[in-house]
């Protein structure tokens, strides 16, 4: 791509998120009817506002501190208790989101002191508490934050439920782990099991069910489900799960090498202690900034380079999240109905153009991306199986087939791991889908096709594509236009999710298809794919599960 064209695409963007942040000013400056409510901490108030699609009302409160701040000696500690404030907390604007380095501005963003919660809740006149659906954003464990400007939840609100987004600790901040109570590990999803034992306690003051709490995410947000799955800290918690394109056995969600992460960034921090109480003294007294500034990963975008992402905790911390390795864990994983899918193209999110004619050629570069040192019958396979008969020029034949292997091997071929553990448990039921959807608001696929025009041939939905089928993306501005396929969609996934979290049951009368629960025996999915929706028979990826499979299985024979 020129550098002509890239500067383009920089200020095109720039533009967009100027325009729509002084729009979502005006918005704010508009005088609005209040809302006040009592909790434990104190007293809230929140705003007023109207859907987009359906003008209905609801209640927004931003900005809701679940625990205090984690810093000074709470740097590395599991979250504490907010204290709670004297008169009236004006719950107008998002807290700050979690330190990380931004990939919008290229430079380190957010605050120490991040965890904070938004509650949107539906006005409608019903004498029942509402069900309570508690989202947890994505970004590999290292991005993101439940800012209103990627998870605006109107679609969903249209549907009579209460929405909550969630920040939690990321990167080193949010994960280091070195084994002790001073800095145990997983300390992010600490947070987030704090922010749903907030929810469960306080909901109900904001009319929600406190019995009825669904949890869902995308992406890391969707192996922190899993994770919740998986942890006895969280059962009984939440009655149901949703789970978009992640769970644990993700190469790029769960790391055996926290403890050399740990020790590398303390010496590159210049730390020259070995015992771990004397390092995590001293990551105390350095600037969060520096730490994080170490976390950032340069001119890549393989999955697998995170260091800072969920661990084991081990033998010497007193409280832990996860006991166990996730192989473990799923023998005794809580047993509550689920959603869960990928996208079609999920490979989009984590290729480019620079890998493409090396992906075909080189051994080396297979290698490297398995970060696995396979033997040259493996790899023939893989190449054999990907791209049989197709070289360079194959065009969008080729782009497809590398787009598949990385599909394959960052979420696909785990997912189905998953996914499998839970139908064997055969308790509650489970819910498939494949999101293909190709419509104008795929914000993810969208943003790529500027960055890499040699991906527009593709058709399909780019991983985090169906986000923006369930929330309002408000930075970019993306939204259906009337009465279009895409404002259709967004009807639709929005009622199938509602549904699930108001009764476990994704259907309704009013839909057009029947989703029908999957099992071990008789695999099914749902084919989300606009107007064509339908159910369809038989195991999602069928041929590259059964491949990989059948390489595991080649690998632990080699290996005897």
């Not at 145990?184 to 909901?203: E, R, T």
């Not at 600037?287 to 081990?314: H, M, N, R, W």
């Not at 006991?323 to 984590?350: F, Q």
């Not at 259906?480 to 509602?498: D, F, G, I, Y």
Request: with cysteine; net charge neutral.
């Amino acid at each position: 791509m020129s550098n002509l064209w890239r500067t383009f695409v920089k200020w095109r963007f720039i533009a967009t998120i100027m325009f729509n942040k002084f729009k979502g000013y005006l918005s704010n400056i508009v005088p609005r009817k209040k809302m006040t409510i009592i909790i434990e901490q104190g007293t809230l108030q929140g705003i007023h506002y109207k859907t987009q699609v359906s003008n209905k009302p609801f209640v927004s409160f931003l900005g809701i501190p679940y625990a205090k701040p984690p810093v000074g000696n709470l740097r590395f500690k599991p979250p504490v208790k907010h204290p709670g404030w004297s008169g009236i907390l004006k719950a107008f604007s998002v807290g700050n989101m979690c330190m990380q380095y931004s990939l919008l501005n290229n430079k380190i963003s957010g605050n120490e002191d991040c965890l904070y919660l938004n509650i949107f809740v539906p006005q409608e006149e019903l004498k029942e508490k509402k069900a309570v659906m508690v989202f947890i954003h994505g970004g590999a464990f290292n991005n993101g934050s439940a800012t209103s400007d990627f998870y605006s939840p109107e679609y969903l609100i249209d549907e009579n439920v209460i929405i909550v987004t969630i920040n939690y600790r990321l990167n080193a901040l949010g994960f280091l782990n070195f084994g002790i109570d001073e800095c145990p590990g997983n300390m992010g999803l600490k947070d987030q099991l704090f922010a749903i034992k907030w929810v469960k306690a306080n909901i109900t003051a904001f009319g929600g069910d406190d019995q009825n709490i669904t949890i869902f995410g995308e992406s890391a947000g969707s192996a922190s489900v899993h994770c919740h799955m998986l942890s006895p800290q969280s059962t009984g918690l939440f009655q149901k799960a949703i789970m978009q394109s992640g769970c644990m056995f993700n190469s790029w969600a769960f790391t055996e090498k926290h403890r050399e992460a740990a020790s590398k960034l303390a010496k590159n921090l210049g730390c020259v202690k070995d015992d771990p109480k004397e390092v995590v003294q001293f990551l105390l007294s350095v600037p969060a900034i520096d730490i994080v500034k170490l976390t950032k990963i340069e001119g890549k975008t393989d999955f697998q380079d995170y260091e800072f992402i969920p661990s084991v905790e081990s033998e010497g911390v007193s409280d832990k999240f996860l006991p166990a390795h996730p192989e473990i864990l799923v023998k005794t994983a809580s047993t509550v109905p689920v959603i869960i899918g990928i996208n079609n193209m999920e490979g989009l999110i984590s290729f480019g153009e620079h890998k493409m004619k090396k992906i075909l050629k080189d051994t080396e570069e297979i290698n490297e991306l398995f970060q696995s040192n396979y033997s040259k019958e493996i790899i023939n396979e893989v190449k054999n199986f990907y791209f049989n008969g197709c070289n360079v020029e194959c065009g969008t034949t080729r782009l497809e087939n590398i787009c598949h292997l990385y599909s394959d091997l960052y979420f696909s071929k785990d997912f189905h791991r998953s996914y499998d553990h839970i139908l064997k448990q055969n308790i509650s039921p489970v819910y498939s889908y494949e999101f293909k959807f190709d419509g104008e608001i795929n914000i993810c696929k969208t943003i790529l096709f500027y960055l890499r025009p040699t991906f527009e041939p593709l058709k399909g939905a780019c991983h985090a594509d169906e986000l923006s089928y369930l929330f309002h993306g408000r930075l970019f501005g993306f939204a259906p236009k009337a009465n279009s396929p895409e404002l259709r969609m967004c009807k639709t996934m929005s009622k199938l999710w509602t549904n699930f979290a108001k009764t476990g049951n994704p259907n309704s009368h009013d839909l057009k298809f029947e989703w029908r629960n999957t099992s071990a025996e008789e695999p099914k999915y749902l084919s989300l794919d606009g107007d064509n929706t339908h159910m369809v028979v038989g195991l999602l990826n069928s041929s590259r599960v059964r491949f990989w499979e059948n390489i595991s299985e080649t690998i632990r024979l080699q290996q005897k």
